[in-house]
């Protein structure tokens, strides 16, 4: 739509349509653009919004603009944002660009800013805004609302705000739903909710994204280590908080080191150097199965039919115990399992496995008698293949909960280092009870 | 906590206790108690907050409860939930207890829950509400707020109200932050936001998540065929949907059934129940490989060594397959990847299976020739391992996108279904090439 107003040079009509449109699909629509375009369209924005569109532009597209901007443009724009949003746009810019940055705000988001860098990634710190709105005890409601008109407009959420005292020690918390249905001459300490939920500037935002999930919070307020109320966060930070944990497990358990960037935007290289690494450490760790193997090499000389029954029984052993670590992993990801009931895990697997072991046995067993008319053959890969999914089951779900107990994350122990455990003993197990029931 | 006192008998404190803690953290404890001890806290619990409190349980403890009260308090706490949760509640009940609770509601609840029952499952129809706030256009500012003060404390958010022309067709959303900022005899029509976002009470709950975090929203309105509004649908209820859809995708692409359930919750039968018959069908469809292998029985009788690869192969073709289907999957139910970039998605993985296909053939080529000393061994298995990488890569993002082409859940095609038909792929490529480089 604006590429088309653009080409038509009806700039009028595209200044109208800019006001109109949501700040998300403007941004959408300006990374189509060439980087002289965007520009230009970047600076037909109404003021009020252009820092919005900005924040939601990919960090390619916001260098190109900036790197395009005068002096006094920067300074505007990144002044108009919200704190977080300015702290995510700097670590992002490279350092040439951010000394330029630093040098066109005010001294006073400078020191914020620079504050804020401090916190540790994925921190609460890292994730929480100042834009909040609070008040001292003894406010009466009407003049909290008088607070809010003033303030609201700068206030990334008004719909929560908080109380604290002289120290700005938080005090508890008060919705404008609960100002609005009270008196206009109460005091807010006394109709605050003082049981408020709260985090810590170190907290994991994880674990912040599972108290917003668990509690059904519009916003969270941050404290540091004196309790003083530092900032808050919001849900609709939560939200992608959550989209990115749960994406970057889906990488981890797929041996890939995880990335925020969205496919389309990664390169090649990148994606490569993401992957390589793991495929090559998997590959080696799988040649311990190839020298159990050769180990075997006179078993397989005398019965080649048992080669033939190595792929099926690696990929059962994978798949079974995937399914555990997958179960496993995700539970302790939304905190639903925890390291204590590592026995009660362990125990229901070890059912699940005999029960699954044993269906796929017996169909295993049918279908051998059927197709190779041999049955101490169809016995030992059967055999074989039920103790493969006992062991395949119980490494999948004790190697993640072991790895929690390291403090490492669970999700590495997934699909690919369950597979490579599983082979090495799935192949032993294969060949002994092959030497023992066929005498090879 | 709760149990403490209740072993101490002192119900004074207890009921303070229950007065003070949030209604989530109350549940998690009532689950904790024996089923007698549950129901008789749960009747000392204040009025107001038994039906929040009651909504957090798991359906178990929501039965025994139900079972054990009589008519009068079933009426009075189903009457009490929001409709959302009344109808999530009644879907989990047995057939004999959702006659006895429809029994003993208001027939207006009763016909909204029979309405809300036929929602399609995961559609917006079935995760709205209708505690929303509505206003007609010429409503002034003033008289918003006296409507949001009488009807506030029902509705399950207040902060974006809808303004409805007068056959209930949605015109736009106007938030009480615009509210607070406007003068008192504004009318809402003048100072709403026509440019709303909506959903249809069919459209799926996954995509509506997306727009949620796309746009910030706190609320969506959801309307019917004739642009009626019926509902809304709310952050909180986006959180939890977010995370099942996310544990779905976790748990389908390890070859399960998805299901709600916490795992700790799920019996030892329907976690079999949900592995089992994947389990089956990929053994099955693993045996094709070993008819491949079962086709150069020759080839391995000539050469023993050659088996001691096809653990490396197969385990590195499908990690490495997994890893692209991993990413596509993740970004089609993000909306980042569409069925139009196939070409581009292509293209790309061509490319990085080339460089990690040729990164792992060298050290693979190194290896062998160190511990066999046999040129020829090495290239052989070293070009095995390129072309395997290369197809499962290709192979890894072309399934999931045929998948969501043929309107299937592009999750099926993870990992197991990769694994599966990369092997035997790369035991063909295999054999085929040590044939013509080896001679076997």
């Not at 059962?316 to 399914?323: D, E, F, I, R």
Request: with cysteine.
């Amino acid at each position: 739509m604006i590429r088309d107003m653009l080409g038509e040079r009806d700039f009028a009509a595209l200044k109208n349509t800019l006001r109109e449109m949501n700040p998300v699909d403007i941004a959408e629509e300006l990374e189509e653009l060439s980087d002289a375009d965007a520009v230009r369209v970047f600076r037909m924005l109404p003021k009020d919004t252009a820092a919005d569109i900005f924040v939601e532009l990919s960090s390619d597209t916001q260098q190109e603009i900036i790197s395009k901007f005068k002096d006094a443009e920067i300074g505007k724009i990144v002044g108009d944002m919200f704190l977080d949003d300015a702290v995510d746009f700097i670590e992002e810019m490279p350092a040439g660009l951010v000394s330029r940055v630093l040098a066109n705000i005010s001294a006073e988001q400078r020191n914020l800013i620079n504050q804020f860098l401090k916190y540790p990634e994925n921190s609460a710190g890292s994730v929480m805004t100042i834009e909040y709105i609070s008040f001292k005890e003894h406010l009466t409601v009407s003049a909290a609302f008088d607070k809010i008109r003033r303030e609201g407009i700068d206030s990334e959420t008004i719909y929560t705000c908080y109380v604290t005292d002289a120290g700005r020690h938080l005090l508890g918390d008060v919705s404008v739903r609960t100002l609005l249905l009270a008196e206009p001459d109460a005091k807010v300490g006394d109709i605050m909710n003082a049981a408020v939920i709260s985090a810590s500037t170190t907290d994991d935002r994880e674990e912040i994204a599972n108290e917003f999930r668990k509690y059904g919070l519009l916003t969270m307020p941050v404290v540091d280590n004196e309790k003083r109320l530092v900032g808050i966060v919001t849900f609709d930070d939560v939200m992608t908080i959550q989209e990115e944990e749960a994406t970057e497990d889906f990488e981890i358990m797929a041996a890939m080191s995880p990335s925020d960037e969205p496919y389309l935007k990664t390169s090649v290289w990148v994606l490569t150097k993401n992957r390589v690494l793991w495929l090559l450490l998997l590959m080696l760790s799988a040649t311990v199965t190839g020298t159990i193997i050769s180990g075997f090499e006179d078993a397989l000389a005398t019965l080649p039919v048992l080669v033939a029954f190595i792929p099926m029984l690696m990929d059962t052993g994978g798949n079974a115990g995937s399914q555990s670590s997958t179960l496993i992993i995700r539970g302790m990801a939304l905190e639903e399992v925890a390291l204590a009931d590592i026995f009660k895990v362990f125990w229901k697997e070890i059912r699940v496995s005999v029960l699954c072991g044993g269906a796929l046995a017996v169909v295993n067993f049918g279908r051998i008698l059927l197709m190779n008319h041999d049955a101490m053959l169809a016995l030992t890969v059967s055999i074989a293949l039920f103790a493969t999914v006992v062991l395949a089951k119980s490494v999948g779900c004790l190697l993640p909960m072991g790895a929690k107990k390291l403090k490492l994350d669970p999700a590495v122990m997934a699909s690919p280092v369950i597979t490579t455990v599983v082979d090495a003993g799935a192949l032993l197990l294969f060949f002994v009870i092959a030497k023992a029931l066929l005498g090879v």
